[in-house]
Every structure is written in structure tokens, then in C-alpha cells.
């Protein structure tokens, strides 16, 4: 699968390289170091390359959109526009260097306005509740990671996704829904087996399954990282 990065900092850049040690193609763009686009792209292969955000957008399945928050409105400018693509969004509206978090009213969440902004893509919330550290690290380590958003076809795409990154995807619900993952909440930065992730969101008795979530023997069978 083409997977496009938008803003490959630590994020971005991490899982660029997950997903290409799975066989996907990675077209990194939107940094201030072209350079670093450059070496990224050699490191994983596979096909990888440098390229602009526009290229990113229009030439790949699956979008992960990772500017920082205050660079969301740049980002958008040097994409242009999107026709139906899948868009993972793993900003957290930190607005400043000292992490100060942006706040939206109870009717609205930082996924929703992200996705207001992004108009004609299918935005998911996923990835961005764990540091790139741990993402790197903590790869094929049973970990979950929370998803949410509106189109089931395009959660299943990114659901595989993440089991591709080496982790438990977790069907949060409604794209409104990513509002209980962002920073301050219980489950920002929380390392979560598949059953702590359950206990934490209060999930009916065990065995039932979470909507798209997998069950962690089958992922286990289908998954087979390797660490840096």
C-alpha cells in the first residue's frame, strides 16, 4: 500500500518506518529538512521516497496527517485538496512550546475540527496517545492503539493498519469519540494491553468484541515485528 506522511517529525517519521518493514511504500514530506526526507526514504526502501505533500496526498491510499497543531493551516495550503482519500489524523492541539493544550467545547473535539479543515478526506484519530519512543519500542508488544471516527470501510483500513505497526486496534466509536483520547484524558500516553484498554473504557464481560477491535491471539498469529 502507498501510505503518504504529512509532517514526518517523530510520529510520522516512526511510523513510516513500521509500516515499511511490512512491505508498504512511504512518500515522506512536510519537513522543514529536506534532507531528512531524503535519508528517511533511503532507510526504509521498499520504494520509499521524498516528496511534496501535494504528491503524498495524490499518490497514496492511506494519508497520515502529523503536523504540529499551530502548522495544520501550512500543511493544508501545500496539499491543495483531497478527493475521498483515507486520512489518519494524530495531531493534539498543543499550541505552544510549553504544551499548553487548546480547549474545545463539549460539542466538539480537536479529531471533529481537524476533520472540518481536511474537507473531502475520511478522518480517523489514531496514534496519537503514545510517544514515538514507545511506538518504536514497544512494536509487536500486544499495546493497544484507540481509533475513532465515522466511515466503518475506512476504520477497517486503518485498523489493519495499526496491526501492521505492530499493535491492538481498539474501535473507540464516532469521530466525536476522539475526544476521550487527547491530552488530559485516561487514556493519553497510557500503555494498554487489550484487556486494560477494556477495563479502562468499562467494556461488557470478557469475550466480547469491541466493535473492529482484535482479538490479541490473532494478532499475535499475524504479526511478526522486529526490534530496532
Request: net charge negative; proline share 5%.
Amino acid at each position: 500500500m502507498n501510505i503518504g506522511i504529512v509532517g514526518s517529525g517523530d510520529i510520522g517519521s516512526t511510523l513510516g518506518r513500521l509500516w515499511a518493514r511490512n512491505g508498504h511504500k512511504i512518500l515522506f514530506s512536510f519537513s522543514h529538512d529536506q534532507r531528512k526526507l531524503e535519508r528517511l526514504a533511503e532507510e526504509c526502501g521498499n520504494g520509499a521516497r521524498a516528496a511534496t505533500p501535494y504528491e503524498a496526498v495524490s499518490l497514496s491510499e492511506v494519508v497520515l496527517f502529523s503536523p504540529p497543531w499551530t502548522q495544520i493551516d501550512e500543511a493544508l495550503k501545500q496539499i491543495g485538496r483531497f478527493d475521498g482519500e483515507t486520512v489518519i489524523d494524530t495531531t493534539n492541539p498543543f499550541v505552544n512550546e510549553r504544551m499548553d493544550v487548546q480547549e474545545f467545547p463539549e460539542n466538539t473535539s480537536s479529531s471533529e475540527e481537524v476533520a472540518r479543515k481536511l474537507e473531502g478526506a475520511n478522518v480517523i484519530k489514531a496514534f496519537n496517545t503514545l510517544r514515538d519512543e514507545t511506538l518504536w519500542d514497544k512494536s509487536g508488544q500486544g499495546l493497544v492503539i484507540f481509533y475513532a471516527g465515522d466511515d466503518p470501510q475506512m476504520k477497517t483500513k486503518v485498523a489493519q493498519l495499526i496491526e501492521d505497526a505492530g499493535f491492538v486496534p481498539y474501535d473507540a466509536g464516532a469521530l466525536h469519540e476522539g475526544k476521550k483520547q487527547e491530552p488530559g484524558t485516561g487514556r493519553y500516553l497510557k500503555e494498554l494491553t487489550l484487556e486494560q484498554a477494556r477495563t479502562l473504557v468499562a467494556q461488557p464481560a470478557e469475550g466480547t468484541v469491541h466493535r473492529g477491535e482484535v482479538e490479541a491471539p490473532q494478532w499475535q498469529e499475524r504479526s511478526s515485528p522486529t526490534n530496532r
